[in-house]
């Protein structure tokens, strides 16, 4: 459900928002000043921003581009409401809890074509769908329990037919839950799981009801409409940044740890090549080209959150996402 804290922090965000909102107005598109905010630190699944900076991609289009790391207690909505940031990366369940508040904060791309959200679970459980998670003990992060009920009910169950567990791969490994939540994005943190001499299984929030994109580019409504030029200048370096760290891993990974020194680049680069050979890159993209949204998904991911209640079941594709920037930025079919 929605906490009061989100709703009071959102609501408190938008009243600074009105009184700062002549700073996300265009003022020329000659060396704009841009704040990028990510959802998370500086790490491989930022590769493509990043790749845009250090190549001067930004700079090609006119862009002076900051980016901001996230982290745990990252709020990328309010960040963006509040005028912190005029872009910002963000997953499905925030833009849908700002949309359903009314609050004026749109997607206008996403860089991830499909959520990476996995459930691992070790050989010998013999867990082999959703259906096998009754009578078990889940484990996830306390932000992951609407996934957790809305993969449940795609599957004819409730979540009281499991006993929910905040918990890590540690957890999995140490026999304290049967299945846990992780990302096969993470390579570093998912690979006693990979290595597991029994073998592993592994159940898809997008192979189970919830096709979510991820890295979702947002910005407020009023930024769409009167800094689109802006913005779509900012699409296309992205593009042309992700292309170039999927066709050169390893110097985007040096990019990225240019960023940040705690990074460890081996694992970081392992990680990379799984972002971009599976959740950038798909038959999505080639049809369509990079960051592409679909409504009719849209409208499916939410009506999915709104059969649990977590949201108003007449909110549509149209309260969370504008198409007008992906349609005039030229992009890569890849």
Same mark, same amino acid.
């Given at each position: 459900?929605?906490?009061?804290?989100?709703?009071?922090?959102?609501?408190?965000?938008?009243?600074?928002?009105?009184?700062?909102?002549?700073?996300?107005?265009?003022?020329?598109?000659?060396?704009? @000043? &841009?704040?990028?905010?990510?959802? /998370?630190?500086? *790490?491989? $699944?930022?590769?493509?921003? =990043?790749?845009?900076?250090?190549? !001067?991609?930004?700079?090609?289009?006119?862009?002076?581009?900051?980016?901001?790391?996230?982290?745990?207690?990252?709020?990328?909505?309010?960040?963006?409401?509040?005028?912190?940031?005029?872009?910002?990366?963000?997953?499905?369940?925030?833009?849908?809890?700002?949309?359903?508040?009314?609050?004026?904060?749109?997607?206008?791309?996403?860089?991830?074509?499909?959520?990476?959200?996995?459930?691992?679970?070790?050989?010998?459980?013999?867990?082999?769908?959703?259906?096998?998670?009754?009578?078990?003990?889940?484990?996830?992060?306390?932000?992951?329990?609407?996934?957790?009920?809305?993969?449940?009910?795609?599957?004819?169950?409730?979540?009281?037919?499991?006993?929910?567990?905040?918990?890590?791969?540690?957890?999995?490994?140490?026999? @304290? &839950?049967?299945?846990?939540?992780? /990302?096969?994005? *993470?390579? $570093?943190?998912?690979?006693? =799981?990979?290595?597991?001499?029994? !073998?592993?299984?592994?159940?898809?929030?997008?192979?189970?009801?919830?096709?979510?994109?991820?890295?979702?580019?947002?910005?407020?409504?009023?930024?769409?409409?009167?800094?689109?030029?802006m913005l779509t200048k900012f699409l296309e370096a992205c593009d042309k940044g992700w292309a170039y760290a999927a066709d050169h891993p390893e110097e985007a990974i040096d990019m990225v740890a240019s960023m940040s020194g705690?990074?460890?680049?081996?694992?970081?680069?392992?990680?990379?090549?799984?972002?971009?050979?599976?959740?950038?890159?798909?038959?999505?993209?080639?049809?369509?080209?990079?960051?592409?949204?679909?409504?009719?998904?849209?409208?499916?991911?939410?009506?999915?959150?709104?059969?649990?209640?977590?949201?108003?079941?007449?909110?549509?594709?149209?309260? &969370?996402?504008?198409?007008?920037?992906?349609?005039?930025?030229?992009?890569?079919?890849?």
């Amino acid at each position: 459900m929605i906490s009061r804290r989100f709703l009071l922090t959102t609501a408190g965000m938008l009243g600074i928002a009105c009184a700062v909102a002549a700073t996300l107005n265009p003022a020329s598109a000659e060396d704009k @000043q &841009v704040k990028l905010q990510l959802a /998370w630190l500086y *790490n491989a $699944a930022s590769a493509g921003e =990043i790749v845009a900076l250090k190549k !001067g991609y930004f700079a090609e289009k006119g862009l002076e581009v900051e980016i901001l790391p996230g982290g745990p207690g990252s709020n990328t909505v309010q960040e963006t409401l509040s005028g912190v940031a005029h872009i910002a990366t963000t997953y499905a369940p925030e833009i849908m809890y700002a949309g359903n508040q009314g609050l004026p904060i749109k997607t206008f791309g996403a860089a991830f074509q499909k959520a990476p959200l996995t459930f691992y679970s070790l050989g010998e459980a013999n867990i082999k769908s959703v259906a096998d998670w009754k009578g078990k003990r889940i484990g996830a992060g306390q932000g992951a329990t609407a996934q957790v009920k809305a993969v449940l009910d795609h599957s004819g169950l409730k979540f009281e037919d499991v006993t929910f567990i905040q918990a890590q791969v540690p957890g999995l490994l140490q026999g @304290q &839950v049967d299945v846990v939540a992780s /990302w096969p994005t *993470n390579v $570093a943190q998912n690979a006693p =799981i990979l290595s597991h001499a029994g !073998g592993y299984n592994t159940q898809s929030i997008w192979d189970n009801g919830l096709q979510f994109q991820s890295n979702y580019y947002i910005a407020r409504q009023d930024t769409i409409e009167g800094d689109s030029d802006m913005l779509t200048k900012f699409l296309e370096a992205c593009d042309k940044g992700w292309a170039y760290a999927a066709d050169h891993p390893e110097e985007a990974i040096d990019m990225v740890a240019s960023m940040s020194g705690a990074i460890e680049k081996d694992k970081e680069l392992a990680s990379l090549k799984v972002i971009v050979s599976d959740f950038i890159y798909t038959d999505e993209t080639r049809e369509h080209g990079f960051a592409n949204v679909s409504k009719d998904r849209w409208n499916a991911t939410l009506q999915a959150y709104a059969k649990i209640g977590e949201i108003k079941p007449e909110l549509g594709a149209d309260d &969370v996402f504008d198409d007008r920037i992906l349609k005039a930025a030229q992009r890569t079919k890849r």
